[in-house]
T-cell receptor, first 112, second 120 residues
Framework: DAKTTQPNSMESNEEEPVHLPCNHSTISGTDYIHWYRQLPSQGPEYVIHGLTSNVNNRMASLAIAEDRKSSTLILHRATLRDAAVYYCILRDVQTGANNLFFGTGTRLTVIP | DSGVTQTPKHLITATGQRVTLRCSPRSGDLSVYWYQQSLDQGLQFLIHYYNGEERAKGNILERFSAQQFPDLHSELNLSSLELGDSALYFC???????????????????FGPGTRLTVL
């Protein structure tokens, strides 16, 4: 599985936008980019996913670079509830593998 | 609430013992995944079952085994426990394979609250 690189930690002020970067320079053409987050004392939860085009949903936006070697998860207005570890994961749909390989993720701290 | 339930919530046991962790997937989900989260290894995929059959194996030790029953609940059996097995064990479920191309690419996994295992 192609690997991803994320900063270990980031901070944001409440109600400010947050841009969480992810590098995946060895991404293949059939890798989808998935983001999950893990709130304190909970299991991970799905946030968003995409292949080539930018994606929006009620939780966040995903901006994917044109060469697909990096992506950015955007939280438009951080709330205290968004404090979590965010994981960027590549999933190769061609292999049919459905398990998720979590890296170390980015721990987001939201400052009131 | 993800709809995935795991029991027990906490488990404390001694080295050399055997324990069973239980997972009930969301209603209608055919796939069950097990993950281990420890401080030094992070979240690691262990094994995936789909409709009662093993689909994929990750970093699962030979001392560990799992199964998925006809009612789709799953159990993870951990034997000859060692101190290093202390961790959070998560179960996740998904509908995969799902109807529709986009839904399959999404393959959202719903995680349970986890079982915290402490081996003393």
């Amino acid at each position: 599985d192609a690997k991803t690189t994320q900063p270990n930690s980031m901070e944001s002020n409440e109600e400010e936008p947050v841009h969480l970067p992810c590098n995946h320079s060895t991404i293949s053409g059939t890798d989808y980019i998935h983001w999950y987050r893990q709130l304190p004392s909970q299991g991970p939860e799905y946030v968003i996913h995409g292949l080539t085009s930018n994606v929006n949903n009620r939780m966040a936006s995903l901006a994917i670079a044109e060469d697909r070697k990096s992506s950015t998860l955007i939280l438009h207005r951080a709330t205290l509830r968004d404090a979590a570890v965010y994981y960027c994961i590549l999933r190769d749909v061609q292999t049919g593998a459905n398990n998720l390989f979590f890296g170390t993720g980015t721990r987001l701290t939201v400052i009131p | 609430d993800s709809g995935v339930t795991q029991t027990p919530k906490h488990l404390i046991t001694a080295t050399g013992q055997r324990v069973t962790l239980r997972c009930s997937p969301r209603s209608g989900d055919l796939s069950v995944y097990w993950y281990q989260q420890s401080l030094d290894q992070g979240l690691q995929f262990l094994i995936h079952y789909y409709n009662g059959e093993e689909r994929a194996k990750g970093n699962i030790l030979e001392r560990f085994s799992a199964q998925q029953f006809p009612d789709l609940h799953s159990e993870l059996n951990l034997s000859s426990l060692e101190l290093g097995d202390s961790a959070l064990y998560f179960c996740a479920s998904s509908a995969y394979p799902e109807e529709g191309f986009e839904e399959t690419q999404r393959n959202e996994q719903f995680f349970g609250p986890g079982t915290r295992l402490t081996v003393l």
